[in-house]
């Protein structure tokens, strides 16, 4: 028997109904049980939780400063690898870890919170900054890395350091997402949390470097399908980024490529909007005319490896 479309409508309704018990399944960090420490591979967070480490040192042993790299969403901490060479080769140690559920990192493809995450690189810089005392020590994030870290600064003891800086931060909270995304968002989170999505046929080209890109692609550690309710977790990080942004008063360098598909220009001219201006000397924006998403691996990386390098060296 054909149900009528009436009938069709009620029995959809039902089937949404009976997944409404459903929420995002986060794999948030579990009870403390250790104090936090840093090894030679990986820092153990207070759960204990071991975060793959990656570290590249200048030729001399002896740095004139210390970098922090956070990665964005479904990558993980090589992310910075050709960059990390110049900044060495430039007397700067570079630090990177794989952030929960990323990379080598526990729960590979869960969302941790974002609370965790800032916890997390909170614990980082305390680390780092206790193994160098003396250095000047700088947060380097890009899209997610980058909203991680400006939540961090906005929290009401936020990590001692020295300077930010901002490559691409994603900032595309829900008040720059059309009605039907926000919908369809909260809907297939509390709902289908577990499916999967790639961003096959979206059209969005991340960055120039086709070579690079070809290599994410082979690489196991990237993630190709993302669950929803990681997707719905990011939402949320980018959502608190951009409502703490008015309270962001660090030193910062922040980077932006003209031609970014991913965080697109709108929801980043509404964040620097916000920028207080009472510390507005306190920061200088560079934008990239043929700058992309992944600014420290485009074609033109060197740019701006080169602009963060001289950014550090006039401090």
């Not at 967070?45 to 790299?69: E, F």
């Not at 009472?278 to 990239?288: D, G, P, V």
């Amino acid at each position: 028997m054909r149900l009528k479309p009436a009938f069709k409508f009620v029995a959809l309704v039902l089937a949404i109904s009976s997944l409404s018990a459903c929420a995002p399944q986060l794999v948030l960090p579990g009870p403390n049980i250790t104090e936090p420490k840093i090894t030679a591979t990986s820092l153990i967070m207070t759960d204990g939780a071991a975060l793959p480490l990656h570290r590249w040192q200048p030729n001399d042993k002896s740095p004139k400063a210390v970098i922090l790299a956070l990665h964005g969403f479904n990558d993980y901490g090589l992310f910075v690898k050709e960059g990390a060479k110049y900044f060495a080769n430039r007397g700067l140690l570079v630090y990177a870890y794989d952030q929960r559920g990323f990379g080598a990192a526990p729960h590979h493809g869960r969302w941790p919170g974002r609370k965790a995450l800032a916890d997390d690189l909170i614990s980082a810089t305390k680390l780092i900054r206790s193994n160098h005392p003396n250095k000047p020590l700088y947060l380097l994030g890009t899209s997610m890395g980058g909203a991680v870290m400006m939540t961090a600064m906005t929290r009401r003891k936020p990590p001692h350091v020295d300077g930010i800086i901002l490559t691409a931060p994603a900032v595309w909270g829900r008040d720059s997402m059309a009605f039907y995304e926000r919908w369809a968002l909260g809907l297939l989170s509390h709902t289908l949390p577990w499916v999967t999505l790639s961003g096959r046929g979206l059209k969005i080209k991340p960055s120039d470097n086709i070579e690079m890109l070809r290599a994410l692609g082979r690489d196991p550690l990237i993630i190709k399908e993302t669950r929803i309710d990681t997707i719905w977790g990011l939402a949320n990080l980018m959502d608190e980024a951009a409502a703490e942004t008015a309270k962001f008063r660090s030193k910062a360098l922040i980077l932006y490529g003209e031609r970014d598909e991913v965080i697109k220009k709108a929801p980043t001219e509404k964040m620097l909007a916000r920028l207080p201006k009472s510390t507005a000397s306190k920061r200088k924006l560079i934008r990239y005319k043929n700058g992309y998403h992944m600014l420290l691996r485009d074609l033109q990386a060197k740019n701006v490896w080169r602009d963060i390098a001289e950014w550090i060296d006039n401090k």
